[in-house]
């Protein structure tokens, strides 16, 4: 079975704080996502990855960047944490861009 | 860009009644329509998905339909159990083209018993 995990599953830090959320995969996926759930939202794309080193921008990546040094390994930064990023963050796997996603148990994220 | 309408927000439904999302979609280039079920505490897990070249697909109590023409696709639960309450979510995205999934805003279920 594919399993994603994330570091946390809930995280409290404080307004201009530096946060790293970090994402690990199992199954050799070349693809790694990170979205933000908000109520009557769904699911928004903030950045993916489709290789090692590379990334590209999703509909909402203000605020936030990306890093994936090592091909199971994918972690959102926060540079400096804002109330408005208060958040379920999910990260997700694919073997194939525009596929079907495995997604990680998320992370709630409050910054106050 | 790609934009899904998922309708409604949410649905209670009486154990054994069944329960039907609607979604639709914009870009007539879009030809994968995958359904995510998301428990409480989980990620959204996918539970049944249909391409453009079928208009139905059924697994078990579950089945999707599809309306090309209209662009929209619907999920449709019978006999509906205490453990189908969970929020669902539609996406769509162009098969093979690199396209990201574009999601629905989610529907929450809730089957009471």
């Known amino acids: 079975d594919v399993k994603v995990t994330q570091s946390s599953r809930y995280l409290v830090k404080r307004t201009g704080e530096k946060v790293f959320l970090e994402c690990v995969q199992d199954?050799?996926?070349?693809?790694m996502f990170w979205y933000r759930q908000d109520p009557g939202l769904g699911l928004r794309l903030i950045y993916f990855?489709?290789?090692?080193?590379?990334?590209e921008k999703g509909d909402i990546p203000e605020g936030y960047s990306v890093s994936r040094e090592k091909k199971e390994r994918f972690s959102l930064i926060l540079e400096s944490a804002s109330t408005n990023q208060t958040s379920m963050y999910l990260c997700?796997?694919?073997?194939?861009?525009?596929?079907?996603?495995?997604f990680g148990p998320g992370t709630r994220l409050t910054v106050t | 860009g790609e934009n899904v309408e998922q309708h409604p927000s949410t649905l209670s439904v009486q154990e054994g009644d069944s329960a039907v999302i609607k979604c639709t979609y914009s870009?007539?280039?879009?030809?994968?329509f995958p359904w995510y079920k998301q428990e409480l505490g989980k990620g959204p897990q996918l539970i049944i998905d249909?391409?453009?070249n079928v208009g139905e697909k059924k697994d078990q109590r579950i089945a999707v339909t599809l309306n090309k023409t209209a662009k929209h696709f619907s999920l449709h639960i019978t006999e509906t159990q205490p453990e189908d309450s969970a929020v669902y979510f539609c996406?769509?995205?162009?098969w093979g083209q690199g396209g990201k999934l574009i999601f629905g805003q989610g529907t929450e279920l809730s089957v009471k018993p």
């Open positions: 997700a796997s694919s073997f194939v861009v525009g596929h079907e996603q495995y």
């Open positions: 199954m050799d996926h070349e693809n």
């Open positions: 990855s489709y290789d090692v080193k590379m990334k």
């Open positions: 870009d007539s280039a879009s030809n994968y």
């Open positions: 249909i391409r453009s």
């Open positions: 996406a769509a995205s162009v």
